[in-house]
């Protein structure tokens, strides 16, 4: 008789992320702070503690004591499935990570274990699944001419062919939400800051096939990193700015993972360097916003990669902002819902979590809602739509264009040609 | 020598069946750990790796692993000193206190009571050792016994503290209770009935406030109810159930540089 096989293997999961399994308390503080898991109803797979006590009883059952001495345990393909649908109902936000008494590293777990069942033929998750093919086709998730890149840049921006700093537009600025690439090329172009873009050879960053766990699909990431990588390069920079915060973690964390080397350029978010420029005087604000502003902060640029102050640093010195705290922000925010695929796989999910994320907003009495991330804009503006809510959300780099006395008007002519 | 605990008054443990008991325990332990550390070595050392085609799990493989994410920088920024982690995360359980003064103080009470008293019976072991060997101390294990006999009962309590407080929320806390499943009152039930044994098998040994007027005669197999649950739930069984957090999840967390 043949000799049984796992129902489970250990693809891309580390020994350490096993042991994690079994580090567990179960003490439930991950399930108190879920935003996926409060906007689902309570839906009880999708709590991040049920979902590692399930992984720790397959490996059990495939690698434990029992399955040593009678054999692996079969798990029935309908409960991969089912624990499939519930690693997915996941923005993979990691406030998990973050109040998890055992400190585990959850947004690495479960992006591994995506991983793991798509290599298996299990997931991703309805549409997500279009991605590495379009992405790796297009270069941007959005179907558009890579020649279009650059098709939005108004006639006032002054572009360098080379330049110690590269802007990084990321494809939903360059392609979808035109008035941030506006606001963050005149803000550079008026603080007398020489930079220069990718153009054609800037590719998307990745980020949508590494959180979906479709890092290894026909290498599209790796070959994806590796291509902007050698682009920014070869324009001689050392300096990369990004006002994507999906873009800049991607860029910050897995790009040097995925190349198996460090970047040889200093990756930066548009706060960050604007933070720098108010430090060192070389702003000056011509115009007054005189409005109250939360913020919230993009799970990409906060909890992932720990850029917290530099936001807020930038509102406060706007003049005339009024800058008020949410409930849940810094390393114990809410997320916007839009990450980790759930946007594109499970929109009621994320508008549901948008919702709350909104509320937390209304609930200052701020006339802004901003963020720092285009996908946080987007998923914020639905959750505001859906709930009527009178209240602006804005990104950051606008609010200090139009504090420098910049338009972030789309001229007609700009808008991108369909592929 | 000759210990207290035993079938009765008159068939009580020798140092010798002592010594088998703790061994088997120490063996059923340590078997637990290999297949553990070889169900945790069956993963892969690094990001977005496969496992070699028909390679074992390893102890080895999980424990170089291990070591290496220990020491490599975090490109999150989330780094910790090790010797903070050490001391905050670990020995002072800081991120529970972050999260709740009250299961903190529960979880450091247990923490703390079952720590002591494991090294206080690793120093009685030792002087029962020594004496063994020959070399003379300047005092009995008898009277050295007695001289542990004040913080035994001080760390006792304290570990009798935070095992009523985890008992009652579990029962009285709606959210706990609810999401409390077998998996958790093992280990909960385990340490509660050591704590417990330990008290009442004391208390008919010296007819002290925990004898509940039990019969004096029942104090040695009391004593050997304690002493066998101990080595069961203490070391034998760690490896096979939720006790294995009192390993993994200092590993987990020197792994991850104290966590986010």
New interface residues.
Partial sequence: MAKKTPSI????????????L????????C?KWCPTYAASGQKPGLAP?DKI?RWKQY??KS???KA?LFGPKEIPQSELEEFKDDLHGCSTC?IC?????????TVELWEALR?NLV?KGIGPFGKQSMFPKLIGQYHNPYLLDQKDRLAWVPPDVKIADKANIVYFTGCTAGYKQLALAFATSRVLNKLGIEFTMLGEEEWCCGSALIRTGQ??VDDVARNLAKHNVEAIKAKGATKVLYACAGCFRAS??DW???LGEELPFEVVHITEFLEDLIKKDKIKWEKTIDKTVTYHDPCHLG????VYDAPRFVLEHIPGVKFVEMDRVR?FQRCCGAGGGVKAGLPDLALGVAESRVKDALDTNADILSSACPFCKRNLMDGRDSLKADIEVEDIIVLVAQALGLSVEEPKKAEPKKA | MEYFSGLSDALRLTFVQIMIFSTIAIVIFLY?MI??F??????????????QAGSK?SAI??LK??WK?VVEES????GKPILEVLIL?IMF?R??LK??PL?WFMHFTIFAGWMSLFALSGLMFAVEMTEKFGIELPFTPAEFRDFLSLPNYIFGYVLLLGVIIAVVRRLVVS??RE?T?M??WILLGGVFIVTISGFIADGIRTGFIWSFGLDPATAPPAALFHSIISLLFCIAYIP?S?Y??VI??P???L??K???
């Fill in positions: 293997d250990t693809k891309n999961l580390t020994a350490v992320q096993l042991m994690e079994d580090s567990c308390t179960r003490c439930g503080e399930v503690r006590l490996m059990d690698y434990g004591l040593k990691g990570a973050t109040v998890c008494e055992s400190g585990i590293n991983t290599k890092v290894h910050k964390v040097p993972r995925l909890r992932h990669v720990g390393e | 637990g297949l553990n070889q169900k945790w070595g069956a993963g892969v050392t690094g990001y977005a790796l496969e496992p799990g493989r999980f692993t291990w994410q490109h999150h920024g989330h995360d359980q991120r529970i999260r709740s299961r959210n706990a999401a499943i998996y958790d096979y939720k294995i957090h993994a999840t590993l987990a967390i792994a991850n104290g966590g986010e």
